[in-house]
């Protein structure tokens, strides 16, 4: 059974966004992010991969490839307010949450000390409309949730303790977003504008570059009736403190 929506009125300090691929984050959530910077959220996006393989020209650089994508997310992360984006340069189509993977989203949390994570819903494997969630979003959805527990198990990567003094941290709330098990939702009506914006700074992903203001807008609108707003992101809830 979906659960019932309500409105997420409260607003992270500090929110630490995990994003498979460029793009990914500003698809999902970049109404939120810029409504809660707009109100003082310090918020900061790591993305997995570099779209190394976004491409359907077989012939296509991936060298090339991972640099613009990389040009175009923080050129979108700047309209929708991030102070900064980490690129951690896994292979697209080949994300694994392995130790490797964990112990860099680690230290990105640990340094930057979060109060509310952010990434995909893990729990997804086939959409309702008849599509399988890519393999890098399922990943970066289970990393994202181990993330929780090893950044503040002081014995999870001891050396970034004694190394690098970057010491264990608890994270107060996750956000789980295209999710179906969704349970809240944030009102974003007034930043579609930016939203829209920071979607066509992607111009080298298709399914970005041709999601036009119209589509937008009915997403936002689709998402937020449940809850009685009239554009919204939704996200499921975990409390962890």
């Not at 918020?43 to 393989?53: F, H, K």
């Not at 999710?179 to 809240?184: F, G």
Request: charged fraction near 25%; hydrophobic fraction near 45%; glycine fraction near 6%.
């Amino acid at each position: 059974m979906t659960p019932a929506l309500r409105p997420l009125d409260e607003r992270p300090e500090r929110l630490l966004v995990v994003a498979a691929h460029p793009a990914d984050a500003d698809l999902a959530m970049a109404g939120s992010v810029a409504t809660w910077v707009a109100q003082g959220t310090r918020a900061r996006l790591v993305c997995c991969t570099s779209g190394d393989a976004t491409s359907t020209d077989p012939m296509a650089d991936p060298l090339e490839l991972a640099a613009e994508r990389e040009r175009e997310q923080r050129a979108a992360a700047a309209l929708v307010g991030y102070e900064e984006v980490i690129f951690l340069h896994r292979p697209e189509g080949a994300l694994a949450n392995d130790l490797a993977l964990r112990e860099q989203l680690v230290r990105v949390a640990r340094e930057f000390r979060p109060d509310a994570l952010a990434g995909p819903d893990p729990r997804v494997h086939i959409h309702p409309w008849g599509r399988v969630n890519h393999v890098d979003h399922r990943a970066a959805g289970e990393a994202t949730l181990d993330l929780v527990d090893a950044t503040g198990n002081a014995m999870a990567f001891p050396g970034l303790v004694r190394s690098d003094g970057l010491a264990p941290h608890s994270i107060a709330r996750l956000l789980l977003y295209w999710s179906e098990r969704a349970d809240v939702a944030v009102d974003v009506g007034s930043r579609l504008e930016i939203k829209q914006h920071a979607i066509e700074a992607h111009a080298g992903r298709r399914d970005a570059a041709t999601s036009g203001s119209t589509q937008v807008r009915a997403w936002a609108h689709a998402a937020g009736e449940p809850a009685g707003l009239a554009a919204a992101e939704t996200f499921a809830l975990v409390d962890l403190a």
